[in-house]
């Protein structure tokens, strides 16, 4: 008896491990519990980002390749000498010349007009030796037609300067090699207004004058000598 009745259950409990084991598999997949769609959506998210930050990069890429539009004084050239001026006046400059050492001032280097507080670059095209750099004199056209010059302009002494105006007297700022302040307002006063070291002239000797003879009083009153002269 006991031998059958292991015989029978012993199918019974295959069958029923079997169910039971095809039940477990299905449960850990469920079908439509919406896993395969929150990594669809997942994926798009993170595309979307992206494409985002890539579009942002190249943006900036782009912005920071255009480079700001540099405003001259002059035309550049291989062996030009160049500086940097900033406008520091009160005043539009509407003219920029320029000259070395006794020559005749070039045309007018300006296009437009050097507004206050603008930077531009001032090119010379002549070249010339380091040593020569400061035989350049530079004269500048206000807007208000006043006309000054910049004397002794060192093209080699700086990178960049400031045009002022003070006291009706046009002069340069600028930093010098040990970083110090140097104005050039006393140099060029000193120059617009020469103070004259010429002595005037000695006045001519006077010769002195030659004695006159006079006749000396007669003591006795004026009577008439054995001569018959009046004494």
């Not at 070291?197 to 001519?204: E, K, L, Q, R």
């Amino acid at each position: 008896m006991k031998k059958s009745l292991i015989k029978v259950c012993a199918p019974v409990i295959a069958v029923c491990m079997l169910a039971a084991c095809s039940s477990d598999t299905s449960e850990s997949v469920p079908a439509g519990d919406g896993l395969f769609d929150d990594a669809v959506e997942t994926t798009v998210e993170t595309t979307v980002q992206e494409t985002e930050a890539t579009e942002k990069a190249t943006e900036t890429t782009v912005e920071t390749d255009v480079e700001e539009e540099v405003l001259v004084i002059g035309e550049p050239s291989d062996d030009s000498l160049s500086v940097v001026l900033i406008n520091d006046t009160d005043e539009d400059i509407i003219a920029v010349a320029l000259k070395y050492d006794d020559g005749e001032y070039s045309d007018n280097l300006l296009e437009g007009t050097f507004k206050t507080g603008e930077e531009r670059v001032l090119y010379s095209d002549i070249w010339v030796k380091p040593d020569d750099a400061d035989k350049f004199t530079v004269k500048i056209t206000f807007a208000s037609g006043t006309e000054d010059e910049l004397h002794n302009f060192d093209f080699e002494a700086f990178e960049s300067a400031s045009i002022s105006y003070d006291d009706y007297q046009a002069f340069i700022v600028y930093e010098d090699e040990n970083g110090d302040e140097v104005s050039t307002f006393d140099d060029e006063y000193d120059i617009d207004h020469p103070t004259s070291t010429v002595s005037a002239p000695a006045p001519a000797p006077v010769a002195p004058a030659e004695p006159v003879e006079t006749a000396a009083p007669n003591a006795d009153g004026g009577c008439i000598g054995d001569d018959g002269l009046f004494y």
